[in-house]
T-cell receptor, first 114, second 112 residues
Framework: GDSVTQMEGPVTLSEEAFLTINCTYT??????LFWYVQYPGEGLQLLLK?????DKGSNKGFEATYRKETTSFHLEKGSVQVSDSAVYFC?????????????FGSGTRLQVQP | DAGVIQSPRHEVTEMGQEVTLRCKPI?????LFWYRQTMMRGLELLIY????????DSGMPEDRFSAKMPNASFSTLKIQPSEPRDSAVYFC??????????FGPGTRLTVL
């Protein structure tokens, strides 16, 4: 079945540091890939997405590129802020099968210190 | 739009009691999903509906769990009888067509 693997957290950075959160996936079809963010006490919000190989999703300074050859979708940000502290989830949806449900990674907690 | 609405936000109950979680989707969204989040298992799909019809319930843990969507504006997830291992945050999410999934704020369930 489909699966998503992302790096263990927590990741602790100082403000303005560079962020990378690794994500790799296994899928039977040709999935769409997503990053969701969860702030404390809230539901998940879509951060960015990519639907085909070499697509780059971007939002709020975050970027991730769909790499089919390495089955990866790593999240990056050039300069993090304290307000970026949250849990980040990599996820996929296998549109080839018509399945709309998301398969999530385990989540990575990011803590940004002033 | 008010977004996906879930109630209650917090529920504390005793083992053996019936628990009902509720979800009101965003108007016009034709897919509705129930997910459960725990420390041990992360985020996992329980069941999802398309146009009020259950499509995939393979994630429902056991017969104690049931979900219904009687109309396009309402869904329930029921646990009867509840057990301490059911303690988790339950999320409802909805989407329209090929769009993104919008998540509700979740219901934090504690079973004592």
């Amino acid at each position: 079945g489909d699966s998503v693997t992302q790096m263990e957290g927590p990741v602790t950075l100082s403000e303005e540091a560079f962020l990378t959160i690794n994500c790799t996936y296994t899928a039977t079809g040709y999935p769409s890939l997503f990053w969701y963010v969860q702030y404390p006490g809230e539901g998940l919000q879509l951060l960015l997405k990519a639907t085909k190989a070499d697509d780059k999703g971007s939002n709020k300074g975050f970027e991730a590129t769909y790499r089919k050859e390495t089955t990866s979708f790593h999240l990056e940000k050039g300069s993090v802020q304290v307000s970026d502290s949250a849990v980040y989830f990599c996820a996929l949806s296998d549109m080839d099968t018509g399945r709309r449900a998301l398969t999530f990674g385990s989540g990575t907690r990011l803590q940004v210190q002033p | 739009d008010a977004g996906v609405i879930q109630s209650p936000r917090h529920e504390v109950t005793e083992m053996g009691q019936e628990v009902t979680l509720r979800c009101k989707p965003i108007s016009g969204h034709d897919y509705l999903f129930w997910y459960r989040q725990t420390m041990m298992r992360g985020l996992e799909l329980l069941i999802y509906f398309n146009n009020n019809v259950p499509i995939d319930d393979s994630g429902m843990p056991e017969d104690r769990f049931s979900a219904k969507m009687p109309n396009a504006s309402f869904s329930t997830l029921k646990i009867q009888p509840s057990e301490p291992r059911d303690s988790a945050v339950y999320f409802c999410a909805t989407l329209r067509g090929l769009g993104e999934q919008f998540f509700g704020p979740g219901t934090r369930l504690t079973v004592l």
